[in-house]
């Protein structure tokens, strides 16, 4: 922050802190502008259609707490809907969020 900066802060305002606050401010949005203008790898469209085992310890892990996780809530829908035609659509729907969130977990590590 410039001295001319500093010199339009009110008086009674810490002027060290108003400066690092703004140099953090600064800081992360240049990170930010960095990350989002970063190229990113484009993924050929076989790689979405091709299973992909999990690479590695973590990624197995993650793939079986999203299965765990959806199962749960499966047995939840089953038992505390009684309408067939809205469990079957509520299921369906957990079926796909399963299915992309394993595919998000997979496109990560493709991306690594």
């Known amino acids: 922050m410039s001295e001319e900066q500093l010199d339009k802060i009110p008086e009674g305002v810490n002027r060290i802190y108003t400066s690092v606050t703004v140099e953090a401010i600064e800081a992360l ?5 960095e990350v989002k203008t970063a190229p990113k790898k484009k993924l050929p469209i ?5 299973y992909h085992p999990p690479q590695t310890e973590e990624s197995k892990q993650k793939h079986e707490t ?6 749960e809530l499966a047995k939840v829908i089953d038992e505390l ?28 590590e493709l991306h690594k």
């Open 29 to 33: 949005i240049d990170a930010y502008l």
């Open 46 to 50: 076989e790689e979405y259609f091709t």
């Open 66 to 71: 999203i299965n765990r996780l959806t199962l």
């Open 81 to 108: 809907i009684e309408n067939e035609e809205t469990k079957k659509m509520a299921l369906f729907a957990l079926q796909q969020a399963r299915m992309f969130a394993n595919q998000g977990i997979t496109v990560d």
